[in-house]
């Protein structure tokens, strides 16, 4: 039996609103508390012991339970009453590592995150556009995970539009209230990211949100749904506003192309991130002159014109 049983973790995770966990092989488990990583458990873990957990955890992913484990992965499942829990794992040295990670059970308010007047005032115009791309490009999926689920569900309290999310794995549960929410989850109800998209544009979605670009298939997808006018929110992991336009150009097989669709499409970008115990958005909210800039691959110019945002996020 493992020193460390799966309903253990996820009551204490849920009691003591711990909200990011690591199981890894050789090392007691361990979780981050205000920016620090700290011991979970007295006991070292063997393989064995994380796999037991690991398994126990997907039988909880009632849509997972006995299928395959791979190399890696990642799925959700929920707790009435506490939220959802994230895990993800991969192989390192011939067994698994996993990360879990707890988010309410709805998403918090953006009024909440940020109260920066100009920061806000932006974004909501932009959310209320009919087209064009908000990008999300901070350093922690946590912190993205929180921005941009707060950013969808407003959408969806103030908008009647039809939102369509694509999430790698679900997060928070959207209820329907101006909008219609409909989730779906890569693994589960599609194979890809790129099919997420396709189905999007096949069921005339007016937003599109996007919890991760994995790959240059989902990323040229993306671009081409550019087109159909629809309002697009994007999470990508990156350190900052121009890491994230940066890494995003990387993933294209014609940067070029890249650079002049989304420099048509994209509203703004906004990183939200948690350094030395302060939570800030650097953002920028692009004009026309930025969108030159972008199309010439000058993104030096857009250090010019970040801002910097004052923040309330938590780890």
Not at 18 to 29: D, K, M, N, T, Y
Not at 268 to 288: A, L, Q, R, T
Request: charged residues 25%; aromatic residues 8%.
């Amino acid at each position: 039996m493992p020193k460390l049983l799966a309903g253990d973790i996820l009551d204490r995770m849920a009691t003591e609103r711990i909200r990011e966990l690591w199981l890894v092989p050789g090392s007691v488990a361990v979780y981050r508390k205000e920016g620090q990583i700290e011991p979970f458990s007295q006991d070292r873990l063997f393989p064995d012991d994380i796999r037991q957990i690991l398994m126990n955890f997907r039988s909880r992913a009632a849509l997972h339970a006995g299928t395959g484990m791979g190399e890696s992965g990642s799925f959700s499942f929920g707790v009435r009453g506490v939220g959802r829990f994230r895990v993800s794992y991969v192989m390192q040295r011939g067994s698994y590592a996993v990360f879990v990670f707890l988010t309410g059970e709805k998403p918090p308010q953006l009024d909440m995150l940020v109260k920066d007047m100009e920061m806000m005032a932006s974004l909501r115009q932009m959310m209320a556009s009919r087209e064009g791309l908000i990008l999300v490009t901070g350093p922690f999926n946590v912190v993205n995970f929180d921005f941009t689920g707060a950013i969808v569900d407003e959408i969806i309290d103030n908008r009647h539009s039809v939102v369509y999310t694509v999430e790698s794995p679900l997060m928070y549960t959207l209820r329907h209230r101006k909008s219609v929410a409909i989730q779906c989850e890569v693994g589960t109800d599609v194979p890809t990211v790129r099919k997420g998209i396709e189905n999007a544009i096949s069921i005339a979605a007016d937003v599109l949100y996007l919890s991760n670009i994995p790959n240059s298939e989902a990323l040229e997808t993306l671009l081409k749904s550019i087109e159909g006018g629809r309002l697009i929110i994007a999470s990508l992991n990156a350190a900052g506003v121009v890491p994230g336009l940066v890494g995003m150009e990387a993933l294209t097989r014609n940067p070029r192309y890249y650079r002049q669709k989304i420099s048509y499409a994209i509203l703004g970008v906004f990183s939200p991130k948690i350094s030395d115990e302060k939570s800030i958005v650097e953002w920028v909210k692009i004009s026309d002159e930025l969108r030159n800039a972008i199309i010439e691959g000058n993104y030096e110019e857009l250090n010019k014109h970040i801002k910097v945002a004052e923040a309330d996020f938590t780890l």
